[in-house]
């Protein structure tokens, strides 16, 4: 008795239209149509390169997709990672509960800055404003 295969993950699987292509490959191929007027407008071995040249893109947006994402929205993800946020995010927390803990207090939860741990190095002020470092230990 014959079988047929069914996928595991259906969130793979794309509705077909017409021609078995989804419609987004009927878009971008209808697209890439341009590239024949081209050629039979200009009838030379250039214009066969040209109509290749201007085809091509449409079949690549109609085809390429990586990690289940299509390829202008791999380009929209490039151009903002790459040019338009900063290269360099540095890691900030915001204190929300830092009202509740009073006046005075920066919220900050764990030993205070002076405090280090045995073995450790603490920057300490002298009274004439330079600062020096200094062993620090538990006392």
């Known amino acids: 008795m014959p079988y047929v295969q069914v996928p595991k993950d259906l969130s ?11 419609k987004r490959q ?13 050629y039979l407008l200009t009838r030379s071995t250039p214009a066969m390169l040209l109509m290749v040249g201007l085809m091509l893109p449409f079949f690549f947006f ?10 202008e929205k791999i380009l929209r993800n490039f151009i903002r990672a790459r040019f338009l ?7 900030k927390t915001e204190n929300f509960y ?9 919220g900050q939860v764990g ?4 405090d280090t741990p045995k073995g ?7 009274k004439n404003g330079k600062t020096d470092r200094a062993k620090a230990g538990w006392r």
Do not use: H
């Not at 878009?27 to 007027?37: E, Y």
């Open 12 to 22: 793979k699987v794309k509705t077909k239209l017409a021609f078995n292509l989804t």
């Open 26 to 38: 009927l878009i971008c191929f209808s697209g890439a149509a341009v590239g024949i007027p081209a």
């Open 62 to 71: 109609a085809m390429f997709e990586r990690d289940g994402l299509p390829f």
């Open 85 to 91: 946020w900063p290269q360099v995010r540095p890691y």
């Open 98 to 106: 830092a009202a509740w803990s009073g006046p005075g207090t920066s």
């Open 111 to 114: 030993p205070k800055q002076e």
């Open 120 to 126: 450790g190095t603490r920057i300490a002020k002298r």
